[in-house]
């Protein structure tokens, strides 16, 4: 069964929410986790696709945005608004406002909320579903 970890950041920005998720996604992937970012949109994506090139000097973070066709290279992070394709399930970071699919395969869920009534209602909804699904949950709001 997934864990999934809650990030509640205290600023309502949208830079900042998408700027932790790439200090936790350059994380992941220098623990050797090749993990998806779900996202609500294109759009959205393309934010992040264009973050991670860019949100610290000199890191190398390989990516792509997914789109339904599987990347040559396996050791990629990828991010999408699509649910995860089968070898990038096991950590999932969800930046979009949907309860994700959950394979058998996930072993951990991230979610990053900024401190938006909006963002935070429909975290709380999601919450309540992965306890509701046996899921261990924990929050974190002292993440610095």
């Given at each position: 069964?997934?864990?999934?970890?809650?990030?509640?950041?205290?600023?309502?920005?949208?830079?900042?929410?998408?700027?932790?998720?790439?200090?936790?996604?350059?994380?992941?992937?220098?623990?050797?986790?090749?993990?998806?970012?779900?996202?609500?949109?294109a759009?959205?994506?393309?934010?992040?696709?264009?973050?991670?090139?860019?949100?610290?000097?000199?890191?190398?973070?390989?990516?792509?945005?997914?789109?339904?066709?599987?990347p040559?290279?396996?050791?990629?992070?990828?991010?999408?608004?699509?649910?995860?394709?089968e070898?990038?399930?096991?950590?999932?970071?969800?930046?979009?406002?949907?309860y994700?699919?959950?394979?058998?395969q996930?072993?951990?869920?991230?979610?990053?909320?900024?401190?938006?009534?909006?963002?935070?209602?429909?975290?709380?909804?999601?919450?309540?579903?992965?306890?509701?699904s046996?899921?261990?949950?924990?929050?974190?709001?002292?993440?610095?």
């Amino acid at each position: 069964m997934a864990e999934v970890s809650f990030y509640i950041l205290p600023s309502e920005s949208l830079q900042d929410r998408y700027f932790f998720a790439c200090k936790l996604i350059e994380k992941a992937y220098r623990s050797g986790s090749f993990c998806y970012v779900l996202t609500d949109s294109a759009e959205q994506s393309q934010i992040i696709d264009d973050l991670l090139w860019t949100f610290r000097p000199g890191s190398f973070i390989p990516h792509q945005i997914y789109t339904g066709e599987l990347p040559e290279l396996e050791k990629v992070i990828l991010i999408g608004s699509l649910n995860a394709p089968e070898h990038w399930q096991k950590v999932l970071f969800n930046l979009s406002s949907r309860y994700p699919a959950v394979g058998s395969q996930t072993e951990r869920i991230l979610e990053i909320l900024d401190n938006s009534e909006t963002t935070k209602e429909a975290g709380r909804n999601r919450y309540r579903q992965y306890q509701q699904s046996g899921m261990t949950v924990t929050t974190h709001k002292d993440w610095q």
